[in-house]
């Protein structure tokens, strides 16, 4: 698979030009578990389009936030909407009201997720792994299904391993199995839970570079990444959180070459 011609993403305001994504609003989020605050007071815009990547330590709350964005995680106080709706709730009398299980499901499939450990059913193909939620959804016949997730796996540099089932193929190929399979439904938003984080040092290449293709597509993503270097080639923005609150956001020069908190500071210096 030959890597894609990118274009620096500085050469454009924060997405500017792309835009079949959807917005994602998250405002004023709280979290804790167990009298543990994971996630204070945190406010953040992501535009229709744009690409943020989250960064920080262990701990900071990054994949806690990003679990928000698809009700994964339900918050304590604030609200996430995208596209201007909320995935778990309703507003109705000027209160939230949490939605039966269905209409967060209905909801959901705007936002797709690829996860650290790929979870793809053990006993499908590749082209089942795919195929299964647009079906299941009633979006597409079988057939049609069929035909869109082989053409998704060409598109993840996988043509021809549609037969094949999760423990024939590499993790790698997992990997890209689970990023087709999110964009089977063809989502508005797609979230990375840090998607190399399971991968040998080897795999990791074959990865990005599919995440940097989907990343030109419009839709609009919200990576979390301890691959700083593929952090400032793919993002608008990055974003560094540390305690559980954003401590600074802004270009990948910004952030990476010249942060203005101490502890963007001292986190930068450890990773590059």
Known sequence: MSAP???PRSSAPAGA????GAEVVIDAVSKSYSGTQVLNDVSLTVAAGEVVTLIGPSGSG???LLRTVNHLETVDSGSVTVGGEYIGYALRGGALHELPEREVLRRRTKVGLVFQHFNLFPHLTA???IAIAPVSLKRLSQAEA????RALLA???LEGH??????QLSGGQQQRVAIARALALEPEVLLFDEPTSALDPELVGEVLEVIREVAGDGTTLLIVTHEIGFAR??????VFLDGGEIVEQGTPEQILSHPTQQRTRDFVSRVL
């Open 127 to 129: 082209v089942e792994n």
């Open 155 to 157: 598109r993840v540099g």
């Open 62 to 64: 990054k994949s806690t």
């Open 162 to 167: 549609g037969d094949k089932f999760p423990r």
């Open 233 to 238: 080639e793919v993002s608008d923005r990055i």
């Open 17 to 20: 030009g792309r835009g079949t």
């Open 5 to 7: 011609v990118l274009q």
């Open 146 to 149: 069929t035909e869109r997730a």
